[in-house]
């Protein structure tokens, strides 16, 4: 069969030093039917999928699109231990709707607003250390604390933990980069290939989480992780594996996604300020400036699936086995959905919706309500303290070819006069 090729290898995490290419994934989309994308090294070839009709129809087609049969990142797992990996995001319907009852009501609009006091005191702290000395990293000061503390704080990670969380979270994106790895990190014996994102990492979070699981029965508390040990669903309870596994994806997903989103949003306040003051003098466009700020920075570039038949996506038949990648950071940016959409408007209509929270279906993600809400909270902040912000060196993008994160943003901050 002929096919396709991509014009740039998409799985090279070299291609996304300076954030998203955006010229490839615009020929990605011009490309008729799906690109086939060439294998290299121990990765095989896949379907990239990067205009947004199609991303959606991949994602809500569970049965057809597994995220089971393989994994979620492109790169390819030995079969054996693919079980061993894998976490509620890597499973399909019915076990994974099975889990996501369990734990789904701390995430409900309701509980998350509930939230609210607590994250506007971390946020205002947050920008107190900053404002306080005038510069400094916006993301080591402002876009890296907050929301793992927020997700701590719901879990009920003591605060002496935070630090090491984040630690922990940076070193399993540091598993989708060909950065070499101390295999023996947090106390780390088992083999990479058993470990989500091949990382160390991925073993210190599991015994921390069953260590805290052990804990929260002997002593239970106020928390969420009380909760998860000792909820019911049709009387069943998670697992000790289970619970351990939904800790990991917990402090990954609710953090490094969040962070990505707002050290972005500290390149949109200072290159686009007068959208800003748009939002200071209109507080009801608070809602799509965050959405604005989700599409654009769009945290997690790809999810894999894994075809579990024949079928066909945009007139490309695809075969049972193959893999087919979603490229979030393509879709976000698709011409025939957003105008003008290298454009940052915070105006722009909520629908149609952006896809960086997975493109709809069974995988949607569980902290999106808890995501904006934080999002949101520092853009009001920031405006209500009439914060400018200026940019001091150039962004250092995370080496990933999975995350869109920024390692380190030198900003300057001043209160305005205007």
Same mark, same amino acid.
């Given at each position: %069969? /002929?096919?396709?090729? @991509?014009?740039?290898?998409?799985? /090279?995490?070299?291609?996304?030093?300076?954030?998203?290419?955006?010229?490839?994934?615009?020929?990605?989309?011009?490309?008729?039917?799906?690109?086939? /994308?060439?294998?290299?090294?121990?990765? @095989?070839?896949?379907? #990239?999928?990067?205009?947004?009709?199609?991303?959606?129809?991949?994602?809500?087609?569970?049965?057809?699109?597994?995220?089971?049969?393989?994994?979620?990142?492109?790169?390819?797992?030995?079969?054996?231990?693919?079980?061993?990996?894998?976490?509620?995001?890597?499973?399909?319907?019915?076990?994974?709707?099975?889990?996501?009852?369990?734990?789904?009501?701390?995430?409900?609009?309701?509980?998350?607003?509930?939230?609210?006091?607590?994250?506007?005191?971390?946020?205002?702290?947050?920008?107190?250390?900053? @404002? #306080?000395?005038?510069?400094?990293?916006?993301?080591? @000061?402002?876009?890296?604390?907050?929301?793992?503390?927020?997700?701590?704080?719901?879990?009920?990670?003591?605060?002496?933990?935070?630090?090491? %969380?984040?630690?922990?979270?940076?070193?399993?994106?540091?598993?989708?980069?060909?950065?070499?790895?101390?295999?023996?990190?947090?106390?780390?014996?088992?083999?990479?290939?058993?470990?989500?994102?091949?990382?160390?990492?991925?073993?210190?979070?599991?015994?921390?989480?069953?260590?805290?699981?052990?804990?929260?029965?002997?002593?239970?508390?106020?928390?969420?992780?009380?909760?998860?040990?000792?909820?019911?669903?049709?009387?069943?309870?998670?697992?000790?594996?289970?619970?351990?596994?939904?800790?990991?994806?917990?402090?990954?997903?609710?953090?490094?996604?969040?962070?990505?989103?707002?050290?972005?949003?500290?390149?949109?306040?200072?290159?686009?300020?007068?959208?800003?003051?748009?939002?200071?003098?209109?507080?009801?466009?608070?809602?799509?400036?965050?959405?604005?700020?989700?599409?654009?920075?769009?945290?997690?570039?790809?999810?894999?699936?894994?075809?579990?038949? $024949?079928?066909?996506?945009?007139?490309?038949?695809?075969?049972?086995?193959?893999?087919?990648? %979603?490229?979030?950071?393509?879709? /976000?940016? $698709?011409?025939?959905?957003?105008?003008?959409?290298?454009?940052?408007?915070?105006?722009?209509?909520?629908?149609?919706?952006?896809?960086?929270?997975?493109?709809?279906?069974?995988?949607?993600?569980?902290?999106?309500?808890?995501?904006?809400?934080?999002?949101?909270?520092?853009?009001?902040?920031?405006?209500?303290?009439?914060?400018?912000?200026?940019?001091?060196?150039?962004?250092?993008?995370?080496?990933?070819?999975?995350?869109?994160?920024?390692?380190?943003?030198?900003?300057?901050?001043?209160?305005? $006069?205007?």
């Amino acid at each position: %069969m /002929n096919r396709q090729l @991509t014009s740039t290898d998409l799985a /090279n995490p070299d291609l996304y030093d300076h954030g998203i290419p955006q010229d490839v994934f615009a020929d990605l989309r011009r490309q008729p039917g799906l690109a086939w /994308n060439q294998g290299s090294g121990e990765t @095989t070839g896949f379907w #990239s999928v990067g205009r947004m009709a199609d991303l959606v129809a991949v994602s809500r087609d569970p049965v057809t699109f597994s995220s089971e049969l393989g994994h979620i990142q492109i790169y390819d797992i030995d079969e054996d231990v693919r079980a061993k990996r894998a976490s509620m995001i890597d499973l399909d319907p019915p076990i994974h709707t099975h889990l996501r009852r369990l734990v789904s009501a701390a995430f409900t609009p309701r509980h998350v607003n509930s939230y609210e006091s607590a994250i506007r005191d971390r946020v205002n702290a947050q920008l107190d250390d900053l @404002t #306080s000395v005038g510069s400094g990293d916006w993301v080591k @000061t402002v876009a890296a604390p907050i929301p793992i503390g927020v997700i701590c704080d719901i879990l009920g990670v003591p605060a002496g933990d935070h630090d090491l %969380m984040i630690e922990m979270s940076d070193y399993l994106v540091a598993g989708t980069s060909d950065r070499e790895l101390d295999p023996t990190a947090y106390g780390n014996t088992t083999p990479l290939r058993e470990l989500p994102f091949n990382s160390p990492a991925a073993f210190g979070l599991f015994d921390y989480a069953c260590r805290a699981r052990e804990r929260c029965l002997a002593h239970p508390g106020d928390d969420l992780l009380t909760k998860l040990a000792t909820v019911e669903v049709d009387g069943e309870r998670f697992s000790a594996t289970d619970f351990a596994r939904f800790f990991q994806l917990m402090i990954f997903a609710g953090n490094e996604t969040t962070r990505s989103s707002m050290a972005h949003l500290a390149l949109h306040l200072a290159t686009e300020p007068d959208q800003f003051a748009r939002v200071a003098a209109s507080p009801g466009l608070i809602e799509t400036a965050v959405e604005e700020v989700i599409r654009y920075s769009s945290p997690i570039l790809y999810f894999r699936r894994t075809a579990a038949r $024949d079928a066909e996506i945009a007139g490309t038949p695809i075969a049972a086995g193959d893999k087919v990648v %979603m490229w979030y950071a393509s879709a /976000n940016f $698709d011409e025939t959905v957003f105008s003008t959409p290298l454009e940052f408007r915070v105006d722009r209509p909520r629908l149609p919706a952006h896809s960086a929270f997975g493109g709809g279906g069974v995988h949607f993600c569980l902290g999106a309500s808890l995501a904006r809400l934080e999002l949101a909270i520092l853009i009001e902040e920031v405006l209500r303290r009439r914060l400018r912000i200026e940019l001091l060196d150039e962004p250092i993008f995370v080496r990933s070819n999975f995350v869109n994160g920024i390692e380190h943003l030198r900003v300057r901050v001043t209160a305005s $006069d205007d």
